[in-house]
């Protein structure tokens, strides 16, 4: 019975081998879906308009709202709530799926805590699962991931939770 794994095993490996390397074919690692062009941004340079960015406490990172809008104000309410005035945090708007390498935001911002407003890890390309809602550890910054202002706006129960659960801890 042993044999026969064995075997079975060296038949698979050989296979897998033929397929790759037959007639001397070397798979093209560079044009591989594995690997896709929209990773690039995280090698690239923080977009200009961050570049006047400084180290603040707190670095807000937020789906795109309107100045003077609702979601503004929102948004002010909360840090005003937690004492917080302009000179304590950063406010960074990142459209859907913009990819923005966390490395060079930390390296800028050096934040101690960062707020997600609908804004999801990977699109800094940070390979970890944070709980939404509540403060996350991760390169030793506190992390908050919770829905986008529009949504948050109308949740009530969730905005107290916020409060209670992570506002209060971080910030008073």
């Known amino acids: 019975m042993h044999k026969e794994k064995v075997f079975f095993a060296k038949r698979v490996t050989y296979t897998i081998c033929n397929i790759c390397f037959m007639e001397n074919v070397i798979p093209d690692i560079f044009k591989s879906p594995l690997v896709n062009i929209s990773w690039d941004a995280f090698w690239e340079q923080l977009p200009e308009d961050m570049a006047q960015l400084i ?3 707190t670095l807000v990172l937020s789906l795109p709202f309107v100045q003077g809008s609702q979601e503004e104000v929102q948004l002010v309410k909360m840090l005003a709530a937690c004492k917080l005035s302009t000179e304590h945090y950063n406010v960074v708007q990142m459209t859907e799926g913009q990819k923005i390498a966390w490395h060079l935001l930390r390296d800028l911002t050096k934040p101690t805590k960062v707020l997600l407003l609908g804004i ?6 940070i390979a970890a699962l944070f709980v939404q809602h509540e403060i996350n550890n991760f390169d030793n910054v506190k992390w908050t991931p919770t829905l986008p202002l529009t949504l948050l706006q109308a ?3 969730l905005k107290q939770h916020l409060w209670t659960n992570v506002f209060q801890q971080l910030y008073l």
């Open 55 to 57: 180290p603040k406490d």
């Open 120 to 125: 999801h890890p990977e699109q800094l390309g």
């Open 155 to 157: 949740n009530n129960p």
